[in-house]
């Protein structure tokens, strides 16, 4: 997926593999919300 070696160009074969990665980033992230502790909040920032 590169043009003349230099220029990355994703074809569109791959448009299908990306909706199935982010389908599964987004169920893992609402899986491990749970886990995740809130940031501390610091005065002043």
Do not use: C
């Not at 569109?12 to 995740?36: F, G, I, T, Y």
């Amino acid at each position: 997926d590169f043009e003349n070696m230099t220029t990355f160009t994703p074809g569109a074969h791959h448009v299908a593999n990306l909706a199935d990665m982010m389908n599964q980033v987004e169920s893992w992230s609402a899986a491990l919300q749970p886990l995740r502790k809130p940031a501390p909040v610091t005065a002043g920032v």
